[in-house]
């Protein structure tokens, strides 16, 4: 069984839950931006949740399959065609040798996850088949997914054709999108005014967001106090001497535009960031379109760990509606 | 009368670098295929080609601008 690309769509790349383990070397861990909607896609058709299937964005690929399989589609809200016929997402569809996948346009949402019963299983490159192109690690051959690509699948398992998961257990991000963030070792270097009004204004994701990083413009500049530069850091105010990132920390190159580092994020530099978003809102990230509106809210590490938490508990919720 | 539509979300140009003329005026022949405007999302240009034939009319969205998945940038007559 192999799922056939007639149309790649745009940087549509395997993924799984990522290869932690490896970021102190400068190596990303990788894996699906909505880790949530890959996991439920994925128990949709009953792999393991670390199953590698498709991420997809803005726009859908098309696919055709070259045996009777299943399929779900899940993530960002797109409609989802089977030989041009409407089918639903967040639910396990049976798919026939030779039927097409394709989708409209995008509704709400960002990315599109698509798996498919057996999983893919492309091989593993650091314990994991996700792709990190810049590093030409995993995928198919360390590149995002291209027309003619012939990507092998495994052995199915046990799939209930027609299950599915009820839009109240979906996990999509609000409008303005609100990320929770705690404040890191460096929001000292911030005027205290100036941190208000980062907490304070609207901002907007910018077209150039990708897996590496979500940057966000149209808030104030950064007011920084002052020092005298340490030694080792460049000229700017917004820069350290070089140090560690972490999985979603929110650096600001020159005080004017945010990033929030992802998935296949550089793991240290020389900037200084905010603080980081937490675990449990990265997933909303990877749902965000350009020019969507988000709020940064402060919240304290006991929050952001009950936030956690009840992301499990909603997994958790999910997993005993599908057993 | 038919509409192009953005195949995604993303900031529309409708030409091919800062200063040059439109990709279409109206009154322009289209043909299945032409490139009709860029969209920019994630340091990429994707091109928007036109799904039917017919004549160039307008562009019903400015330069530069935002615009969602399935959105309308131009018409044909």
């Known amino acids: 069984m192999a799922l056939n690309i007639i149309n790649p769509g745009l940087s549509t790349s395997i993924q799984d839950l990522g290869r932690p383990g490896y970021f102190h070397l400068g190596i990303p861990i990788g894996g699906a931006m909505d880790r949530f909607s890959m996991r439920v896609a994925n128990m949709l058709v009953g792999n393991s949740e670390d199953a590698a299937g498709l991420e997809a964005v803005f726009m859908g690929p098309e696919i055709e399959f070259t045996s009777d399989t299943a399929i779900a589609v899940t993530g960002a809200d797109i409609p989802v065609m089977i030989d041009g016929v409407e089918a639903p997402s967040w639910t396990a569809l049976a798919v026939s040798k030779g039927q097409k996948l394709s989708f409209g346009f995008l509704k709400t949402g960002a990315r599109i996850y698509i798996a498919v019963a057996g999983g893919i299983t492309t091989p593993e490159a650091l314990g994991s088949r996700s792709t990190y192109p810049i590093g030409a690690l995993g995928g198919i051959e360390g590149r995002n997914i291209a027309a003619g690509d012939a990507l092998p699948t495994g052995s199915a398992g046990a799939v209930t054709i027609g299950a599915s998961v009820p839009s109240t257990m979906h996990r999509m991000p609000a409008t303005p999108a609100i990320l929770r963030m705690v404040k890191g070792l460096y929001w000292h270097r911030l005027t205290e005014a100036s941190g208000q009004q980062f907490l304070a204004d609207e901002w907007k994701v910018a077209p150039e967001a990708d897996r590496m990083g979500y940057r966000f413009r149209g808030g104030k500049t950064l007011e920084f106090v002052d020092r005298e530069q340490p030694f080792g850091a460049g000229s700017d105010p917004s820069n350290i001497v070089d140090g560690c990132y972490s999985y979603g920390s929110i650096q600001v190159p020159g005080g004017t535009e945010p990033i929030v580092l992802h998935r296949d994020a550089v793991s240290g530099g020389g900037y200084f960031t905010l603080g980081a978003i937490i675990s449990a809102d990265m997933d909303y990230i990877g749902q965000l379109q350009p020019h969507t509106p988000v709020k940064f809210e402060a919240v304290s590490m006991d929050e952001a760990l009950s936030a956690r938490q009840e992301r499990h508990k909603l997994l958790d919720a999910i997993r005993s509606e599908l057993s | ?77």
């Open chain 2, 1 to 77: 009368m038919s509409d192009i539509q953005s195949p995604l979300p993303g900031t529309f140009y409708f030409t091919p670098s800062p200063g040059e003329p439109a990709f279409k005026s109206a009154g322009e022949s289209v043909s299945e295929g032409d490139v009709i405007g860029l969209i920019e999302v994630m340091k990429t240009f994707i091109e928007v080609k036109a799904t039917a034939a017919g004549t160039f009319d307008s562009y019903v969205i400015d330069n530069e601008q935002p615009v969602q998945a399935g959105q309308v940038i131009a018409k044909l007559k």
